[in-house]
């Protein structure tokens, strides 16, 4: 099982972080698993060995979401005091997805009820700025494109994009993939539902 305190949940989410450092006995998690961690969804495993603190580099400290060495070992020391020679779990991770949302996301039927619904949460999305809908018509056309090259595009910095992309996906609208996302079955439903039928030659 792993747990991790709320700042480090949107670097997670987002790809950021990608490592972890734990004070356990023994391993709670094995390479290839994939851990339910809430509210984050799915995380898995690449990697796990026994390392000292002093082989801990700034490079670590920075996939471990921490803004240096000095602050990734004074957090590990909560636990009790520290020493270059005390060895601790390095853990290589990812975000995994949304592991029982991929079956949403496979709707491609949608009720008037399940548009209204979404278009309802779409709206909330939108109260401070609208971009719900651009960033779904872009991912739309540019499938599988890197996340940074979508955010730029929309004149947007990549983390908060991908923070808001994540908030598609929840409603199954979007899929994520190595690289850039997908418009879902369940999304392109709701585009098709949506959009504006022209209005027939008189």
Do not use: N
């Amino acid at each position: 099982m792993l747990l991790f305190k709320k700042p480090f949940h949107a670097g997670l989410e987002s790809g950021a972080i990608t490592l972890t450092f734990r004070r356990w006995q023994k391993p709670h998690v094995k390479v290839g698993g994939r851990y339910r961690c809430h509210p984050i969804g799915v995380l898995q495993v690449d990697a796990v060995e026994l390392v000292t603190v002093a082989a801990i580099t700034e490079g670590d400290a920075a996939a471990a979401g921490f803004s240096t060495r000095a602050a990734l070992v004074e957090y590990l020391a909560e636990l009790g005091p520290l020493r270059g020679t005390t060895t601790v779990y390095r853990v290589v991770l990812h975000h995994g997805g949304d592991g029982d949302r991929v079956e949403l996301a496979l709707e491609a039927k949608l009720s008037p009820s399940e548009i209204a619904d979404i278009t309802a949460r779409l709206a909330r999305f939108d109260k401070d700025q609208a971009w719900t809908k651009r960033t779904l018509e872009l991912i739309e056309t540019r499938p599988r494109v890197a996340a940074s090259q979508l955010a730029k595009q929309l004149k947007r910095e990549t983390l908060p994009f991908k923070i808001d992309v994540r908030k598609l996906k929840k409603l199954g609208l979007t899929q994520s993939f190595e690289v850039g996302y997908e418009v879902s079955p369940r999304g392109h439903a709701y585009l098709a539902a949506t959009r504006k039928k022209p209005r027939p030659a008189r």
